[in-house]
């Protein structure tokens, strides 16, 4: 076929597919490739991509959830939660609604019935999808502080398997530095602890990075966990290997297992350096705090709104399989789930401690709880900036 003859040819059937039903569509893009001989993705572009001259009518728009979904009464309430909820990826958001519909409503008013079936019934692809133009509008790197604690390392053993822990009680531990651009002189760190089989996480913030400090919020952690302690596994930076540390766990009735993770191998803790991100840095930043005032602002803040904001309200997902597909590496993730709920799924937490948990979160709104947040996070930022 000439290309004269081709580009007439083309011509002629593009029109008819653009105005062709899905069944028709598949029949004569069979005949296009059949007579041109053209791959069938290349010959989908090229007639998805014709435009028609004056005196045709253009293509139909493509049918689906859109305009459905894409509607204020339905994105209003959708982007508020999802920017209350500090930017979850869609599963995650489409996992944390219900637990949301009931504050908002009594936060911003009563929700049409019609909004609410379609808040309920929203995919996470839909999700994306309307949420596009907010994720556009909301768009340095940190330093490493860990210091190698020599003293124990011959004591305290290596543990790699963290990920298959799932009775709770096993915490990882790190500590972030609110150092700015420098290391020079005296800040303050958070200590930041995440239970491996439920997702809790407990916050402190301590004054330096010394070991009396930090084994007093370690302690006070331990006593804040909704079920007992039962392992403790950290990085090597001496504010955890350390003499005192490891009397506090292995001298006592019931030693609490002690392990760290290999130098320069931060993915053996791989639990805590995400919680590290999503749980201090996405919220807090990279600014100094250099005033050791903001030692008791940060604590007041870790120790109420932050853990009941984090623990009770937002989700997150557990890897539970990983294996390699030709040059394909497949992730298999479980369906998201708050802390909250994984402790009410577990049968190793006892009913008198899940009824206390349901009853504190019956009375907790997330609304109220972030403004709280935003309000001290300001005061704190203001702190360290010099303006208070």
Known sequence: MSPNR?????????????????????????????????????????LNAFKPQRGYSQPRKKPGPKSQYNVPQVLRPLTKIWLTANLPCSKRLKAILPLWIKPYQI????????????????????????????????????RSTTKPGLILKTQIPIK??????????????????HCGSSMAGTFVFSLDTVDIATGWTEQRAIWGNGQT????????IEDSLPF????????????????????????????????RSRPYHKNDNAHIE??????????????????????GLLNDLYKNEWRLFHNFFLPSVKLQEK??????????????????????????????????????????????????????????????SGYL
Do not use: M
């Not at 580009?7 to 653009?18: E, G, V």
């Not at 790699?160 to 530095?177: I, S, Y």
């Not at 392992?231 to 001298?251: M, P």
């Open 160 to 177: 790699t398997n963290q990920w298959d822990e799932t009775k709770p009680g096993f915490l990882e531990a790190d500590t972030v530095a």
């Open 6 to 46: 081709k580009n007439n040819y083309f011509s002629t059937l593009a029109r008819r597919y653009q105005k062709a039903s899905r069944i028709e569509k598949s029949q004569i893009l069979k005949e296009f490739c059949a007579n041109t001989g053209y791959h069938p993705k290349h010959a989908i572009r090229k």
């Open 323 to 384: 294996f390699r597909l030709a040059s394909k590496l497949i992730r298999k993730h479980d369906s998201p789930k708050t802390p909250f709920q994984r402790i009410l799924a577990s049968k190793l937490i006892p009913k008198s401690t899940q009824d206390a948990l349901q009853k504190q979160f019956d009375s907790l709104n997330p609304f109220h709880l972030h403004k709280i947040i935003l309000k001290k996070i300001s005061i704190i930022h203001k702190l360290g």
């Open 228 to 259: 007992p302690l039962l392992g403790f596994d950290s990085d090597g930076g001496n504010e955890f290997i350390n003499w005192h540390l490891a009397r506090h766990f292995l001298n006592r009735k019931t030693p609490i297992q002690f392990t």
């Open 107 to 142: 936060e911003f008013g009563t929700l049409p019935f019609e909004v609410l079936t379609k808040l309920r019934n929203i995919s996470p692809a839909t999700i994306d999808r309307i949420l596009y133009p907010e994720r556009i509008k909301h768009r340095g790197k940190g």
């Open 274 to 295: 995400q919680k590290n991100w999503t749980h201090i840095r996405q919220w807090i930043g990279y600014q100094r705090f250099d005033n050791p005032e903001i030692v």
């Open 213 to 220: 400090a930090c084994i007093e919020q370690i302690k006070d």
